[in-house]
């Protein structure tokens, strides 16, 4: 069982940017395949960007590529999105997820809202 816990949302005008934190509980974080969702009203949730269980490989969706970054600390079971440029087409609730293979999660965070004004 892995608990995940979001933080760094907020309000942050366009071309600004915001730092997002996940959290994970247990002792075994290194074995898990972590992805950031976003979610925007009216909308499916969507992939933003995912890494592999060392880090040393990342996957992100063509709107966000060369403005966010997906970085993991195993030694803090933490994961991180680093969002620049950020755009009011961005605007959504943002989620962790981990699972034990690229596609397949089975943990989710209760998200947390990014919300970028024009």
């Known amino acids: 069982q892995v608990q995940l816990v979001e933080s760094g949302g907020g309000l942050v005008q366009a071309g600004g940017s915001l730092r997002l934190s996940c959290a994970a509980s247990g002792r075994t974080f290194s074995r898990y395949y972590m992805g950031w969702f976003r979610q925007a009203p009216g909308k499916k949730r969507e992939f933003v960007s995912a890494?592999?269980?060392?880090?040393?490989?990342?996957y992100s969706t063509d709107s966000v590529k060369g403005r966010f970054t997906i970085s993991r600390d195993n030694a803090k079971n933490t994961v991180y999105l680093q969002m620049n440029s950020l755009k009011p087409e961005d605007t959504a609730v943002y989620y962790c997820a981990a699972g034990q293979a690229r596609g397949v999660y089975d943990y989710w965070g209760q998200g947390t809202q990014v919300t970028v004004s024009s």
């Open positions: 890494i592999t269980y060392s880090g040393v490989s990342t």
